[in-house]
């Protein structure tokens, strides 16, 4: 069982930074894999970035790339997003996601799809005004 606390969330304006936390409460933190998705009002959740692969090299969604960076603390359990240069259309509920990295062997396992994650945080809010 693994159970994730989203923290960081926030009102910043256009161009400003936030750094979104999930700590995870799991018996060995290298057997998940984690992720972030966001999800605004009247849309559907969409796959914001990962730590990928058997190495934990990192991914993201085009929309993001160059601007938010996935970093984790393995001793505290912990992945962290920093998001920089924040823009309005970046404003939603941020998700901590994670997966039994055994799942992610299948051929057809998908990181950008929400149903390839089998435990989520609450979310944290996230707005950004222009």
């Known amino acids: 069982q693994v159970q994730l606390v989203e923290s960081g969330g926030g009102l910043v304006q256009a161009g400003g930074s936030l750094r979104l936390s999930c700590v995870a409460s799991?018996?060995?933190?290298?057997?998940?894999?984690m992720a972030w998705f966001r999800q605004a009002p009247g849309k559907e959740r969409e796959f914001v970035a990962v730590?990928?692969?058997?190495?934990?090299?990192?991914d993201y969604a085009d929309s993001v790339k160059g601007r938010f960076t996935l970093s984790r603390d393995n001793v505290k359990t912990t992945i962290y997003l920093q998001m920089n240069s924040l823009k309005p259309e970046d404003t939603a509920v941020y998700y901590c996601?994670?997966?039994?990295?055994?799942?992610?062997?299948?051929?057809?396992?998908?990181?950008?799809?929400?149903?390839?994650?089998?435990?989520w945080g609450q979310g944290t809010q996230v707005t950004v005004s222009s």
């Open positions: 730590f990928a692969g058997s190495d934990d090299s990192t």
């Open positions: 799991v018996h060995s933190f290298s057997s998940v894999l």
């Open positions: 996601a994670a997966v039994n990295r055994g799942r992610s062997w299948d051929r057809s396992w998908d990181q950008t799809r929400s149903h390839s994650y089998n435990y």
